[in-house]
C-alpha cells in the first residue's frame, strides 16, 4: 500500500508452513482509488470462484458508494437530497450513524461539503456550518440530507467491503484468508501486520487471527494546509490511529473519528463491545496502547 494513502498496514508474513495451507492464491487489483488484495488458502477449483465472486462484490459496494460515478447510491444522494436507499446502503448507514455516537460525533460522514471547498481553495466557514449528522432524517422508506449537505462514506466504506468479502470467503469455506481493501480482516490463519506513521514509519506489529484492523493517519493526505480527517470544530491529535476490532467497517469509522479524540473518549470507545484493541501514535512518534 503505498504511503501517500490515510491507512499504513502492510502485510509482512504470509501462511503458516503446514500441509492444509500448501495451495495458496491471491489476487490484486484496484477498487475504490486504490490497491486491493486477497490472499487465501484451499484447492485452486473453489478458491478462483471464490476470488471471483470476492471481485464481484467489491465492484458492487464500490458502484454503491463510489463519489465518482455518477449513478452511484451515493451521488445521488447527494445531488438529489433524498434517496430511497437499497438494503446495503441502508446497513452502511446504520454502521455509520453507530460510530458517529460512539466517537460523539468526531466521525461525520457530512463533512463532504468541507472536503469540496478546502480543495478548491475555498473560504472553509460556510461548508462548516453545513456539518451535521444529526441534522439528516432517516425513515423506514427515505433517507433526507439538510439542504446543501453532502455525505462521503470514505471513512467506512473499505472497511464496509472488506467485511463483506471476507464474510463471503468464511461461508464458502476458507478459514484461512486475508482481505485488504484499505482495511484488513481476517478468516484466519496466523498474519503478522505491521502499523505504521507516515512521518515516523513501522512502530509497532499486530497479529491477525480473525477480526479486523484498521488505521487512519491525517496527513497521509494532506489537504488545504491540514490533514484530510475533517471536523468543523476538531482538529487532529494524534498522527496515527489503529484500531483493532471484529468489524473492519467499525475499525475503519473509529480509526478516523479518534485521530481527533481526547485520550478520555479513547479510553471510552476502548470499552465498546467488539473493540480489541487501539494504538495510538503522538506528533513525537510516540506510541501507546489501550
Not at 45 to 71: G, K, M, T, Y
Not at 133 to 157: E, H, M, V, Y
Not at 225 to 248: D, F, K, M, Y
Amino acid at each position: 500500500m503505498s504511503m501517500n494513502r490515510r491507512r499504513f498496514l502492510t502485510v509482512s508474513a504470509a501462511f503458516a508452513a503446514t500441509p492444509a495451507l500448501a495451495q495458496s492464491h491471491g489476487w490484486q487489483g484496484r477498487a475504490f482509488g486504490a490497491e486491493v488484495a486477497i490472499r487465501l488458502s484451499g484447492p485452486d477449483q473453489a478458491a478462483q470462484p471464490a476470488l471471483h465472486q470476492a471481485r464481484r462484490i467489491i465492484s458492487q459496494i464500490e458502484q454503491r458508494f463510489s463519489l465518482f460515478r455518477p449513478d452511484s447510491e451515493l451521488v445521488r444522494l447527494n445531488r438529489h437530497g433524498h434517496l430511497r436507499p437499497s438494503a446495503p446502503f441502508r446497513a452502511l448507514f446504520g454502521l455509520a450513524d453507530a460510530a458517529y455516537r460512539i466517537t460523539g460525533g468526531l466521525f461525520d460522514p457530512t463533512v463532504q461539503p468541507l472536503w469540496q471547498a478546502l480543495v478548491a481553495g475555498d473560504d472553509p466557514a460556510g461548508a462548516s456550518v453545513l456539518v451535521g449528522w444529526d441534522r439528516l432524517s432517516c425513515d423506514d422508506k427515505t433517507i433526507r440530507l439538510a439542504p446543501g449537505q453532502a455525505l462521503t462514506f470514505n471513512g467506512i466504506a473499505q472497511g464496509f467491503a472488506t467485511d463483506a468479502v471476507a464474510e463471503a470467503l468464511a461461508d464458502a469455506g476458507f478459514g484461512n484468508a486475508l482481505v485488504n481493501i484499505g482495511e484488513y480482516r481476517a478468516t484466519g490463519g496466523n498474519w503478522r501486520l505491521g502499523v505504521e506513521d507516515p512521518q515516523h514509519g513501522l512502530l509497532a506489529t499486530r497479529r491477525l487471527g480473525r477480526g479486523a484492523i484498521a488505521t487512519s493517519s491525517a496527513m497521509a493526505t494532506p489537504l488545504g494546509g491540514g490533514g484530510h480527517i475533517l471536523h468543523p470544530t476538531q482538529q487532529p491529535r494524534w498522527s496515527t490511529v489503529s484500531v483493532e476490532a471484529e468489524s473492519a467497517a467499525m475499525a475503519d469509522a473509529l480509526s478516523t473519528g479518534l485521530v481527533l479524540a481526547d485520550p478520555e473518549l479513547v479510553r471510552k470507545v476502548r470499552r465498546t463491545p467488539g473493540v480489541h484493541r487501539i494504538t495510538l501514535v503522538d506528533g513525537a512518534g510516540d506510541l501507546t496502547t489501550l
